[in-house]
Nanobody, 123 residues
Framework: QVQLVESGGGLVPPGGSLRLSCATS????????MAWFRQAPGMERELVAA????????YYGPFVKGRFLIDRDSAKNTVHLQMNSLKPEDTAVYYC????????????????WGRGTQVTVSS
């Protein structure tokens, strides 16, 4: 079993930055990819960024447009999401997820989930 715990969310004005972190604990040697999803009220959960480290594969959602960066600290078993130039439409709960299936686009293909961290972009 693996536990994922997100941190780093908060309230930020438009144009601001946040750095989300996802700390992993437990053990599942089959995990080979992790991702950040987000879900706004009344909306579907959508993929923000995903990373499969063994093949150096990274994906960003089309709305990211160069503003976010996903990276992994293998020594600390932590995945980060650096978010810059934040917009009000980025407001959502951000979830960290892990999978054994390689980089996946659909949330139902992820095996482990954190509880989420709230990101609010507002002046």
């Amino acid at each position: 079993q693996v536990q994922l715990v997100e941190s780093g969310g908060g309230l930020v004005p438009p144009g601001g930055s946040l750095r989300l972190s996802c700390a992993t604990s437990g053990s599942d040697s089959s995990i080979n990819a992790m991702a950040w999803f987000r879900q706004a009220p009344g909306m579907e959960r959508e993929l923000v960024a995903a990373l499969e480290w063994s093949v150096d594969s990274i994906y960003y959602g089309p709305f990211v447009k160069g503003r976010f960066l996903i990276d992994r600290d293998s020594a600390k078993n932590t995945v980060h999401l650096q978010m810059n130039s934040l917009k009000p439409e980025d407001t959502a709960v951000y979830y960290c997820a892990a999978t054994r299936r390689g980089l996946q686009f659909h949330h139902y293909l992820y095996d482990y989930w954190g509880r989420g961290t709230q990101v609010t972009v507002s002046s």
